[in-house]
């Protein structure tokens, strides 16, 4: 029985088998999600992202942007508890600065709590804010800058780095080095991203998704960076070298 096991405990057995962490969880809930938004069956499309007339930001309302916003919400209950668990003070430093980034990141993907407020309000479409944060500003340019450039770095530490760097002895390498099934992991998510792009473009799905197909992708980075952070702080130590 699980009684007395916390959420990370379990995380940490599941962990011993990180072809099924890394690779199958990620890939099969994202193979899942667009396998519902594309199926032609409007409970299932609505259960990834709702459509609502009456509502501008639809999306916010899915499983989809949730499971990313519980994603986000975990990376900071984390980054609280390393805050207390690591002993170096500049891992306490960083476990700081993580945490206040991951706040940061989950109040601009809920847009401060804007969707909620405007939608118990009832506030028409019409009258809804336009600008609703700080990377959706400048007609999504920020936005596009922010998702390429994460993008990048992701393929680079994520697919490049655990090979190019994997005979390092550095013990910040080593420290913050991901294992090698990031880089498969990266590479599904890039194609299933790939396959709901070219299934929108065949005019599958409603429209509440309408210009941010690439949230599939999103959930799926937001997944992976969740688990590593999980490594680094509950399975690793700067202190110890290991």
């Known amino acids: 029985m699980l009684r007395g096991h916390n959420i990370f405990s379990i995380i940490g057995v599941v962990l011993k088998h990180p072809w099924i962490v890394i690779v199958l969880v990620p890939c099969s809930v994202n193979l899942l999600l667009v396998g519902m938004y594309f199926s032609g069956v409007p409970l299932l499309a609505n259960i990834v992202a709702p459509y609502m007339p009456d509502v501008a930001q639809m999306r916010e309302f899915g499983l989809l942007e949730n499971l990313e916003n519980i994603y986000l919400l ?5 980054g609280v508890a390393a805050i207390r668990l690591k002993t170096l003070q500049l891992e306490k430093a960083a476990a700081v600065l993580y945490t206040l980034f991951a706040i ?3 109040l601009e993907e809920v847009d ?10 009832g506030t028409p479409p019409e009258e ?5 944060n700080l990377h959706n500003q400048d007609s999504g340019f920020i936005d596009t800058i922010i998702k390429e ?20 002895k550095n013990r910040w390498v080593r420290y913050l ?6 880089a498969i992991a990266f590479l599904l998510i890039v194609l299933i991203s790939r396959l709901a792009h070219y299934l ?11 210009r941010n ?15 590593w952070s999980y490594t680094l702080i509950y399975r690793r130590s700067l202190g110890s070298g290991t």
């Open 74 to 78: 975990t990376m900071a209950a984390m």
């Open 104 to 106: 940061f990141l989950f």
């Open 112 to 121: 401060y709590g804007l969707h909620w407020i405007e939608f118990l309000r």
């Open 128 to 132: 809804q804010l336009v600008i609703r």
């Open 149 to 168: 450039g994460m993008a990048y770095v992701t393929l680079i530490w994520f697919v490049i780095a655990p090979f190019a760097l994997q005979r390092s």
């Open 177 to 182: 080095l991901p294992a090698k099934q990031y």
């Open 200 to 210: 929108d473009d065949q005019g599958r799905g409603n429209t509440s998704l309408l």
């Open 213 to 227: 197909i690439s949230e599939f992708r999103e959930h799926g980075m937001f997944y992976l960076y969740m688990i």
